[in-house]
């Protein structure tokens, strides 16, 4: 007998509600793996929770939501997620993804943790505070702005946004690019420029003299003479950051003239010479 178009139209119907239903099941049973696998393909392309979000048409909260398990992932947004990364529903909320070898989600990560080496996240003012509590937490880093230079050789780095004019003629508002350096003392380059993350000072963009006599104190230098050398204590240092480059903006360096720049030559020999005396 010949199907009438009514009886096409219905057998549709149930088809798609018991692929609807099949689908709730299986999402309900995967759960677990779907809010893991979320957060897992999302640090793959290097997004905040934020950028993510915001591509998947949804909420933050509700992301955040999905990556901690507190809700099930909607059905269109693991469909949208499964096109993105070419994986099927099925590993998508059955598998743990970050597991899977040799397959092209392990090919990605390997070439994120690749590209991550010359991956620069930035610290702004605003985020200061915030970094003196999450420095050590990858959560908290994850959700940085990054960039990249390529004139820099390999190593870790991070930027961070400066303010004030103690350290002039490089101006306030100026972003530092610096390299990690383990916490070794013998490491440190006498003189040298670092961004040093303290736990009384916060984060200070100075030059280090070393001390001879106290290895466990450090004289933090500006390269403004009108503001004076002072003690830190080694053991409160959290982070070392060698300066690497300085980005700022055209228009906001300083222009001095001959009689500026002999007075500051003029201080800062006498700096020099108070700080010989204290070393010695």
Known sequence: MKKTGINVGVKIFFDKLKNLVYCTKFISMSQSFA????????????LTQEEFATKLNIKRSLLGAYEE???????????????WFKVSL???????????????????????LI????????????AAAGYLAGYADEEFIDELNTFTLPMLGGGQYRAFEIVGDSML??????????????????????NSAYIVVSRNEG????????????????????????????FMNAEDILELWQAQMVIS????????????????????????????????
Do not use: C
Not at 35 to 45: A, D, E, I, P, T
Not at 261 to 280: D, Y
């Open 69 to 83: 398990e507190r809700a099930e992932p909607r059905l269109d947004v693991l469909e949208t997620i499964s096109d």
């Open 115 to 126: 590209a991550e080496n010359n991956l620069i996240h930035f610290v702004p003012v605003k």
């Open 203 to 230: 984060i200070v963009y100075k030059r280090i003299v070393k001390n001879n006599r106290a290895k466990n104190k450090l004289t933090m230098v500006s390269d403004n003479p009108s503001f004076q050398p002072y």
């Open 249 to 280: 903006k055209i228009a906001t360096h300083q222009r001095w003239d001959m009689g500026q720049l002999a007075s500051m030559v003029n201080n800062l020999q006498e700096q020099v010479s108070t700080l010989k005396k204290r070393m010695n």
């Open 169 to 190: 003629p490089t101006p306030s508002g100026s972003v530092i690019v610096g390299q990690k350096l383990n916490n070794d003392l013998d490491d440190i380059k006498n």
């Open 35 to 46: 809010g893991q696998n979320l957060k897992y393909l999302r640090k793959l392309r290097g």
């Open 90 to 112: 099925d590993d998508l909320l059955r598998r743990d993804l970050s597991d899977v070898k040799g397959s092209y989600l392990a090919k990605r990560r390997q070439q994120k």
